[in-house]
């Protein structure tokens, strides 16, 4: 038994060495030893813009979908790139950029929200820089021969209006108008509105020609694979594509999958929506009705990937006009409201695979701030609520390691007689647990059982937009980030190794001295956690004590301080 409890702790140890060493290595700019190596910077602004997902330019994709037939792309121009008008509209919560080329949305601040990595700087999700390229695009395709329709490329005109919504104003609208292309005329119209993080995009085609046309249109979100700056690299979050279908629900897409041709999701459907996650933030394509479409992913080009959605418009008579609504959703992961604009988008919130217990848990700690005010009072009340849930669980695991600690005299003397006959010594251990009617993993199950419990409430912690900027008492200036002067992390480190020295000291000296060295390592790694997660662990870490000292009081084994 012994043998078998020392080799697992030798793994967990070494495990640790290696995640940590790995960690290190990132953070310091090396690369990984579990991940590729980090994505090189993305092309400058103005170079070629991507085509449609999974679309190669200027060809036509075999073997598309039946029903939703690939349609090629035309190519920028080998020359100089156009440049079109940038156009900025702002509201109470957004200021975002357009650009009359495509009548694409090319930057978008978050006015209230400020940067991870400069806290002076606004949040900026949709991006055209030198650093970074995340655009929302959309245009037409058709499988028509010999026919083009507008589409990203083209270059379009912005029509005059209000640039800033006024006081008192719900909404405010910006339109682009495309020329005439293939006989069609698109135009397309955003809506942005007070104290909202979607914005309604509404694409209306003009047959102008002679004969009927049967337009596609596509809704495009395209990024490069580096992840957000400011990024932690002692903790991962996903950051990607995404989609929903109801065939397959919610599923995220790795960037390197898509890098290598093997990407695997839903390609029709329905219903269902196209995203970009990333920590605390996401953008998504969302349309509603119930309508058949199709999804594309794609490598556009080195280190730039894309998601799509195509939708059949039907057929168009000349003279005729077709009108589209989509909806544009670019802000925080707030769970209620994303599960109010469409089925499964609040779970572009990533929980992991403990989903089913982090909703219940952050639907707790939601009524705890309701009650407290204070976000950080909230998961201190949550960790009380989880500790009186598992009381009894607990007071097993002390009590059984308790006993452990009376009877370790008597086994440090059996394993000094015996210490040349390994065989005898776990026999006469045996007959000691048995007689002194102690299970030596008596303490370890009821830890595990409650485990799932506090993984999904790390998960909630570390997800939940709401944390940042939100303050604590003091110093504790945002829950988000880690602590500026170390002292929840250090507090969390004495009371981890208080608690050490309160459990039983192993007969093993390997063992009693990687009791005391593994808690000290993982606590190296808050350190650079969030002051919000420290929080957590720390309040977790004296009721612990708490409760370990006073069952040990009632057994009579409390050491002397």
Request: glycine fraction near 6%; charged fraction near 15%; hydrophobic fraction near 45%.
């Amino acid at each position: 038994m012994n043998d078998m409890r020392r080799t697992i702790l030798w793994v967990v140890f070494s495990v640790s060495l290696v995640l940590l060493w790995d960690a290190w290595n990132k953070h310091n700019g090396n690369p990984s030893m579990f991940s590729p190596t980090p994505a090189r910077p993305v092309a400058a602004a103005g170079s070629a813009p991507p085509p449609v997902a999974g679309v190669p330019a200027a060809t036509t994709t075999a073997g598309a979908t039946p029903g939703v037939a690939a349609a090629a792309m035309p190519t920028a121009a080998a020359s100089a790139p156009v440049v079109g008008e940038k156009v900025t509209i702002s509201t109470d919560v957004l200021k975002a950029t357009l650009d009359s080329k495509g009548g694409d949305l090319v930057r978008l601040e978050l006015l209230k929200y400020s940067d991870a990595a400069d806290p002076k700087q606004r949040v900026v999700l949709f991006d055209q820089s030198a650093q970074r390229v995340y655009l929302a695009q959309s245009g037409l395709i058709t499988t028509q021969p010999g026919i083009s329709l507008p589409n990203h490329l083209t270059v379009m005109t912005v029509l005059p209006g209000e640039r800033t919504l006024a006081d008192g104003a719900a909404a405010l609208s910006v339109v682009f108008e495309s020329p005439e292309i293939g006989g069609a005329q698109l135009v397309k119209t955003y809506t942005f509105r007070r104290g909202d993080y979607t914005v309604s995009v509404k694409h209306e085609l003009r047959n102008q020609s002679a004969t009927a046309l049967a337009p596609q249109l596509y809704l495009q979100l395209a990024r490069d694979g580096n992840p957000p700056p400011g990024e932690s690299s002692f903790y991962s979050t996903f950051t990607g594509p995404a989609m929903y279908t109801e065939a397959s629900k919610f599923h995220k897409i790795d960037f390197k999958d898509i890098e290598k041709g093997k990407a695997e999701h839903d390609k029709t459907g329905d219903g269902g929506w196209v995203a970009m996650v990333q920590h605390y933030f996401a953008t998504a394509w969302l349309v509603p009705e119930k309508a058949q479409r199709e999804f594309r992913t794609a490598k556009v080009s080195d280190n730039f990937y894309s998601i799509a959605m195509v939708l059949p418009l039907g057929e168009v008579a000349p003279g005729a006009s077709k009108t589209h609504e989509a909806t544009l959703f670019a802000g925080p992961q707030e769970e209620k409201k994303l599960e109010a604009l469409a089925p499964g988008l609040e779970l572009v919130k990533d929980y992991g695979w403990l989903t089913i217990l982090s909703k219940p848990l952050f639907w707790l700690l939601d009524q705890l701030h309701k009650l407290l005010g204070n976000w950080g009072w909230a998961i201190v009340a949550l960790v009380v609520l989880l500790k009186i849930a598992f009381y009894w669980l607990n007071a097993s695991a002390y009590k059984s390691m308790g006993k452990m600690k009376a009877i370790n005299p008597k086994v440090m003397e059996m394993r000094e007689r015996y210490k040349d006959k390994p065989q005898q010594m776990q026999q006469e251990m045996m007959r000691i647990y048995r007689e002194e009617k102690v299970n030596p993993l008596g303490g370890c199950l009821p830890i595990f059982v409650q485990m799932p419990f506090f993984i999904a409430l790390y998960w909630v912690l570390l997800s939940s937009v709401e944390m940042r900027n939100a303050p604590w008492i003091g110093w504790i200036h945002d829950l988000s980030t880690k602590d500026p002067f170390f002292i929840l992390p250090l507090l969390m480190t004495a009371s981890t190794m208080f608690q050490t020295w309160l459990n039983p000291t192993p007969p093993d000296p390997v063992q009693a001295k990687m009791m005391w060295i593994m808690p000290l390592m993982f606590s190296v790694m808050f350190f650079f956690f969030p002051a919000g997660l420290v929080l957590y662990w720390l309040t977790n870490n004296i009721l612990g004590i708490a409760q370990q000292w006073f069952i040990n009081q009632q057994l009579g084994l409390n050491k002397k301080l």
